[in-house]
T-cell receptor, first 111, second 113 residues
Framework: EDKVVQSPLSLVVHEGDTVTLNCSYEVTNFRSLLWYKQEKKAPTFLFMLTSSGIEKKSGRLSSILDKKELFSILNITATQTGDSAVYLCAVEADSGYALNFGKGTSLLVTP | DGGITQSPKYLFRKEGQNVTLSCEQNLNHDAMYWYRQDPGQGLRLIYYSQIVNDFQKGDIAEGYSVSREKKESFPLTVTSAQKNPTAFYLC????????????FGEGSRLTVL
């Protein structure tokens, strides 16, 4: 059975800190790993990582994929209160029909 | 603007009543999905549809039903057989079922009184 595990489940940091969110997975015929940010309602897409794209960066956010060790990390540097959200990791399999989501990491950035 | 519209945003129902949540997209996407989100549970797949007039059960389909008569529309009915229907429901779509990236609606929060 495919499995996606995120850690930690929740995290509180101060503005300016750097955070690392983790996502490990077990999936048959891995195709891609995606990160989403969910502030209140609709999750919004951050990154997609595949065999041909194992590192992505956008501003203060970056993510890497380790296909050998079956995990990904999402880094946020110089955190701001606007980064407070639930961060969701999802994995897609070649043989799959939909994304398989982890439980999410709830990040709170305090002033 | 293209996107996914879910309605209603908030819904209250009494036990024993069926309710239907609407999901409409104008992105011309083939695939559509319904997820349920509970606190601390992440997103769990209820039903998905790869193409018009076809849909499949996801991981937690019991007590739910869907239809896909039009490409743009994928309504979800929460039946009285669903034992714990209070939750946040998210509709999503993708270009096709292998596209990876999902586009989400704003969600519908259902509360059973």
């Amino acid at each position: 059975e495919d499995k996606v595990v995120q850690s930690p489940l929740s995290l509180v940091v101060h503005e300016g800190d750097t955070v690392t969110l983790n996502c490990s997975y077990e999936v048959t015929n891995f195709r891609s790993l995606l990160w989403y940010k969910q502030e209140k309602k609709a999750p919004t897409f951050l990154f997609m990582l595949t065999s041909s794209g194992i590192e992505k960066k956008s501003g203060r956010l970056s993510s890497i994929l380790d296909k050998k060790e079956l995990f990904s990390i999402l880094n946020i540097t110089a955190t701001q209160t606007g980064d407070s959200a639930v961060y969701l990791c999802a994995v897609e399999a070649d043989s799959g029909y939909a994304l398989n989501f982890g439980k999410g990491t709830s990040l709170l950035v305090t002033p | 603007d293209g996107g996914i519209t879910q309605s209603p945003k908030y819904l209250f129902r009494k036990e024993g009543q069926n309710v239907t949540l609407s999901c409409e997209q104008n992105l011309n996407h083939d695939a559509m999905y319904w997820y349920r989100q509970d606190p601390g549970q992440g997103l769990r797949l209820i039903y998905y549809s790869q193409i018009v007039n076809d849909f499949q059960k996801g991981d937690i389909a019991e007590g739910y039903s869907v239809s896909r008569e039009k490409k743009e529309s994928f309504p979800l009915t929460v039946t009285s057989a669903q034992k714990n229907p209070t939750a946040f429901y998210l509709c999503a779509s993708s270009i096709d079922y292998r596209a990876g990236e999902l586009f989400f609606g704003e969600g519908s929060r259902l509360t059973v009184l």
